[in-house]
């Protein structure tokens, strides 16, 4: 619970766990309402099977992490739309430490919630403007199933939406070559506040899969860090590609590789002072 849904990225589980705090069972139909009467937003019921998949310990990177935690049931949902907290869960809440510890998980979700995403959320989105998100959270709220961090670096595509990852400043190579290894010096900066340039991965030229998954994505999004110290990235809203063209890049084995050079325009311009912290030496 501390590691999903505690950072309040969304109320989904927590209104779910809320809920079962104080009562056995709740009809899918009545917590949808619910939901909506509390927070101002839709869901599905496709969206509330979802966040019961995360509750029932799904939501890992690894195999070997549910297993770890699979017989720490909680709830379930039965044909019949109603949401049943498990028996073997309502028998833990009678002891006094762990309920006081499920309730307190779910007042500092809730609260972080409606402090730093629930006032700034944007229409039809899940993300909010300059707040940071991990690829962890990017994966939860993309209901992507499962944590995508391990496969989620520079660039990924879930469905019609595509999200590209930026560390704005690059870690610098200590011997010879022309980078550290694995972390090609792309020229990725903010021209200014609407405008960013950004290099593709090594190797991805125009034409390939990779390019078309950034360029035929009907939504696309970019994420950016100041350096690898930080471990979130600033969520810098929707873009679109005004240019697209291919070039070379030199590897550290000297041999030039194709990549796509990227002009993205930003769908809002970029706060003056998240800007300018980017593009300083700054660290958080």
């Known amino acids: 619970m501390s590691k999903t849904i505690l950072t309040g990225v969304r109320p989904d589980e927590i209104a779910i766990l809320s809920q079962l705090l104080y009562r056995d069972h709740i009809r899918v139909a009545d917590f949808i309402k619910e939901y909506q009467k509390t927070y101002g937003i839709k869901i599905s019921t496709s969206q509330v099977n979802e966040a019961i998949q995360v509750l029932q310990g799904h939501f890992v990177s690894k195999e070997a992490e549910y297993r770890k935690f699979r017989q720490i049931d909680i709830l379930e949902n039965d044909q019949s739309g109603m949401i049943r907290r498990l028996k073997s869960y309502t028998e833990r809440l009678a002891h006094i430490q762990f309920y006081t510890q499920v309730e307190d998980i779910i007042k500092v979700g809730i609260a972080r919630y409606k402090d730093k995403y629930f006032p700034g959320r944007i229409v039809d989105s899940p993300f909010v403007l300059y707040e940071k998100y991990s690829r962890r959270d990017v994966s939860l709220l993309m209901n992507c199933g499962k944590d995508l961090s391990s496969i989620m670096y520079g660039m990924k595509r879930i469905e019609d939406d595509v999200f590209v990852f930026i560390t704005y400043h690059k870690e610098e190579s200590q011997d010879e070559k022309n980078y550290v290894d694995g972390k090609p010096d792309y020229a990725d900066a903010f021209e ?93």
């Open 192 to 284: 200014d506040d609407l405008i960013f340039k950004w290099d593709s991965q090594i190797g991805k030229g125009l034409d390939s899969s990779y390019m078309k998954d950034v360029l035929e994505a009907e939504r696309k999004h970019l994420l950016v860090k100041k350096s690898d110290a930080e471990t979130s990235f600033y969520y810098m809203g929707q873009f679109t590609v005004v240019e697209a063209r291919n070039a070379r890049k030199e590897d550290n084995r000297g041999r030039m590789q194709p990549i796509t050079k990227v002009t993205m325009k930003m769908q809002h311009p970029v706060r003056e002072d998240l800007l300018r912290y980017l593009q300083s030496n700054i660290t958080a």
